[in-house]
């Protein structure tokens, strides 16, 4: 089965500036998770969906916002771009989130490839 | 605040060589730890830990969690060029997000 598919891949904005992100899940999957990684802070979560719902957010300032569709597909915007914001972001998925082991699940998030965005 | 510390940042070691990683944390409401190998893009899952004291074992690689110590090690045996990648370990707690290491960086050398 497909797996987590984000885009764009890549993406080049200049500071001021808006950017969108998409990740469709897993077919299934119900939880969305996004993560920001750059060389100097790791992977750093930015909030989870679940049916639509926001359940979790990391600590990122409000121009970081994102939802999730009734398909599960999830997107995440930040606004207002700064020189700063230069980093890979990642979505993931699982079935239900909050690394419940099911029959079903063993919990693990499934990662896709990620959005390289660059701000000039 | 959570916190997950891994060491060492990098390595590099012979093809044949036995690797271990280390990851220590500080997580509330801890549930359970993981293990992500990070080649290029997209992390890839490896084991998740939630009882200390039992090794999980994927050919040769195993992994072991200390709750006891807020501890956890991945061992990888007999290393290959395929293994050189960037291991990351991550600690989940009772709501919906991991806490990530900055991970270990490792070259298998020929």
């Known amino acids: 089965k497909a797996g987590v598919t984000q885009t764009p891949r890549y993406l080049i904005k200049t500071r001021g500036q808006q950017v969108t992100l998409s990740c469709s899940p897993i077919?299934?999957?119900?939880?969305v998770s996004w993560y920001q990684q750059t060389p100097g802070q790791g992977l750093q979560f930015l909030f989870e969906y679940f049916s639509e719902t926001q359940r979790n957010k990391g600590n990122f300032p409000g121009r970081f916002s994102g939802r999730q569709f009734s398909n599960s597909r999830s997107e995440m915007n930040v606004s207002t771009l700064e020189l700063g914001d230069s980093a890979l972001y990642l979505c993931a998925s699982s079935l239900r989130g909050g690394l419940e082991i099911t029959k079903m699940n063993t919990g693990e998030l499934f990662f896709g490839e990620g959005s390289r965005l660059t701000v000039l | 605040e959570d916190k997950v510390v891994q060491s060492p940042l990098s390595l590099v070691v012979h093809e044949g060589d036995t690797v271990t990683l280390n990851c220590s944390y500080e997580v509330t409401n801890f549930r359970s730890l993981l293990w992500y190998k990070q080649e290029k893009k997209a992390p890839t899952f490896l084991f998740m830990l939630?009882?200390?004291?039992i090794e999980k074992k994927s050919g040769r690689l195993s992994s072991i969690l200390d709750k006891k110590e807020l501890f956890s090690i991945l061992n990888i045996t007999a290393t290959q060029t395929g293994d050189s990648a960037v291991y990351l370990c991550?600690?989940?707690?009772?709501?919906?997000?991991?806490?990530f290491g900055k991970g270990t960086s490792l070259l298998v050398t020929p």
């Open positions: 077919s299934g999957h119900r939880s």
């Open positions: 991550a600690g989940g707690d009772s709501g919906y997000a991991l806490n």
């Open positions: 939630t009882s200390s004291g």
